[in-house]
């Protein structure tokens, strides 16, 4: 894959899971795609699961914790930070994302708050075609966060192919 310099960034906000969090760690290795994880999270990063998760691709990743999302807002300056929610956004495939984007993910259990979706440029969603009814039914309610992450990651890579 030829892909332009980049310096897209995945932040997970309070992240719960240390499997998914493995499995998007491993994801950002493998696109070269630094990891921002805000506090407090719901796991060790000592975590066998976490580790394990992500195999022995440890040791790849650029991994950046921050105390709360203050620091983080302080440490991303002005990068424009995209939030992706299952509940409303821009559809995934209206967006261009541009070589600096951060990708905000929410915690498994309650997706983003809404005083951190309002402090996002954009909130994005991922189109579903199975998608449940309003009411939860007859569908599938949410993909998994790492699944989320992965789509949103390679399309914001594609956007930088050359």
Same mark, same amino acid.
């Given at each position: 894959?030829?892909?332009?310099?980049?310096?897209?960034?995945?932040?997970?906000?309070?992240?719960?899971?240390?499997?998914?969090?493995?499995?998007?760690?491993?994801?950002?290795? @493998?696109?070269?795609?630094?990891?921002?994880?805000?506090?407090?999270?719901?796991?060790?990063?000592?975590?066998?699961?976490?580790?394990?998760?992500?195999?022995?691709?440890?040791?790849?990743?650029?991994?950046?914790?921050?105390?709360?999302?203050?620091?983080?807002?302080?440490?991303?300056?002005?990068?424009?930070?995209?939030?992706?929610?299952?509940?409303?956004?821009?559809?995934?495939?209206?967006?261009?994302?541009?070589?600096?984007?951060?990708?905000?993910?929410?915690?498994?259990?309650?997706?983003?708050?809404?005083?951190?979706?309002?402090?996002?440029?954009?909130?994005?969603?991922?189109?579903?075609?199975?998608?449940?009814?309003?009411?939860?039914?007859?569908?599938?309610?949410?993909?998994?966060?790492?699944? @989320?992450?992965?789509?949103?990651?390679?399309?914001?890579?594609?956007?930088?192919?050359?």
């Amino acid at each position: 894959m030829n892909v332009k310099p980049h310096h897209l960034k995945v932040a997970l906000f309070e992240p719960r899971i240390p499997q998914n969090t493995g499995n998007i760690g491993r994801t950002c290795a @493998a696109f070269q795609i630094p990891l921002h994880l805000i506090k407090p999270l719901g796991f060790s990063l000592d975590s066998k699961l976490l580790k394990r998760a992500g195999l022995d691709y440890w040791d790849f990743i650029d991994l950046t914790t921050h105390e709360n999302f203050s620091a983080f807002k302080i440490h991303i300056s002005d990068k424009r930070l995209i939030g992706f929610s299952k509940k409303d956004g821009i559809p995934l495939n209206k967006i261009t994302f541009k070589p600096e984007d951060v990708l905000l993910f929410g915690r498994e259990d309650t997706g983003l708050p809404e005083d951190i979706r309002e402090a996002c440029d954009l909130m994005v969603s991922i189109p579903m075609p199975g998608k449940a009814d309003s009411d939860g039914s007859n569908g599938v309610r949410s993909l998994n966060l790492s699944s @989320a992450c992965a789509i949103a990651s390679y399309s914001a890579l594609v956007d930088q192919l050359s």
